[in-house]
């Protein structure tokens, strides 16, 4: 069946880098894009940015602009999201969403940032 | 700054129809934000319910509508059940990026 299987849980200091990937099965992986989300607790969803599968092309949220990169790695059938200078408040759960009305969603992945 | 507004909370009876709406801070909300809505429910990840306005996905039940009113883009309830107690998030597309609404909690 068609899934996306994310990373594990992360415990990263104030500072440091997150890697979280998104690996995609059951349907054809250069057919559709891919979104990242992010949920601090108890807050909104809020939309990270997204990469177009084919050439690799980003979009990216202006909050996060400066901070975030989404890359795939075709021969993987796998998605990265890379999130920079963690702050605390960047704890949260992240999502990948695959972009066909955003209808497959990974099981999520907690970043959880503290000193 | 793009900003998409929901109402915090609604509450509806069992039984009983309910509105959600999903407003933007740059215009009314037409056919090319490609609105999209999320039910939530507390740990788990969104599930999708309506994409483009109001296209349901395959398992989104009958009671479930998406469309456009009054400038926003509207869910609506109809027929509520228990089990749709939840947060309902709304996704606008603006040429490029998205921006989500901030939630609308429904109790029922």
């Known amino acids: 069946q068609i899934q996306l299987v994310q990373s594990g849980a992360e415990v990263k200091r104030p500072g440091a880098s997150v890697k979280v990937s998104c690996k995609a099965s059951?349907?054809?992986?250069?057919?559709?894009?891919m979104h990242w989300v992010r949920q601090a607790p108890g807050q909104r969803l809020e939309w990270m940015g997204w990469?177009?599968?084919?050439?690799?092309?980003?979009k990216y949220s202006q909050k996060f602009q400066d901070r975030v990169t989404i890359t795939r790695d075709t021969s993987a059938s796998t998605f990265y999201m890379e999130l920079s200078s963690l702050r605390f408040e960047d704890t949260a759960v992240y999502y990948c969403?695959?972009?066909?009305?955003?209808?497959?969603w990974g099981q999520g992945t907690m970043v959880t940032v503290s000193s | 700054q793009t900003v998409v507004t929901q109402e915090p909370s609604l509450t509806v009876s069992p039984g009983g129809t309910v509105t959600l709406t999903c407003a933007s801070n740059?215009?009314?909300?037409?056919?090319?934000?490609?609105a999209n809505w999320f039910q939530q429910k507390p740990g788990q990840a969104p599930r999708p319910l309506i994409y483009?306005?109001?296209n349901k996905h395959s398992w989104t039940p009958a009671r479930f509508s998406g469309s456009l009113l009054g400038g926003k883009a509207a869910l609506t309830l109809s027929g509520v059940q228990p089990e749709d107690e939840a947060d309902y998030y709304c996704?606008?597309?603006?040429?490029?990026?998205?921006?989500f609404g901030g939630g609308t909690k429904l109790t029922v």
């Open positions: 969403a695959r972009q066909d009305a955003f209808d497959i």
């Open positions: 059951g349907y054809t992986f250069s057919t559709y894009d």
């Open positions: 990469i177009n599968v084919d050439n690799g092309n980003t």
């Open positions: 740059t215009g009314a909300v037409t056919s090319g934000y490609y």
């Open positions: 483009s306005t109001s």
């Open positions: 996704l606008l597309y603006y040429g490029g990026t998205w921006v």
